[in-house]
């Protein structure tokens, strides 16, 4: 992945995630797992793509416990989108939803992701 997704580590998961300004999407992931490898450049693509409203971090979830267990992570790959310190939305695993793309479910939930002018965040 390349600079636009943040790899942080338990030590930043406060300052980097918690405290943020803007909404933050956490990718947690395992380098033993095949989806994850699957899914980094579609992470990478949305760090990319909304880099001036979205923060993507990065955290491996072995040897960061404290934030997974913060996150209540148990399966990866997880996804967990932030605002305000808070989790707005989260899915982890396989999705079966069928059609709405991780990037189409963190718009419909913050509007200020979406394309256009840029709403005042709630």
Excluded at 22 to 41: D, H, I, K, N
Excluded at 61 to 90: H, S
Excluded at 96 to 102: E, I, R, V
Aim: charged share 15%.
């Amino acid at each position: 992945m390349s600079n636009s997704v943040i790899v942080i580590s338990d030590p930043q998961f406060t300052s980097e995630v918690i405290d943020a300004s803007q909404p933050v999407l956490v990718y947690f992931w395992a380098s033993w797992c095949g989806p994850c490898r699957l899914m980094s450049p579609a992470i990478e693509a949305v760090a990319t793509q909304y880099n001036d409203r979205l923060k993507v971090v990065k955290m491996e979830v072995d040897p960061n416990p404290e934030a997974v267990a913060q996150c209540q992570v148990e399966g990866v790959p997880a996804l967990r989108l932030f605002q305000q310190g808070k989790v707005i939305d989260a899915t982890e695993g396989r999705s079966d939803t069928g059609t709405a793309s991780p990037t189409q479910t963190a718009q419909a939930r913050n509007p200020c992701l979406s394309y256009g002018p840029v709403p005042p965040c709630s």
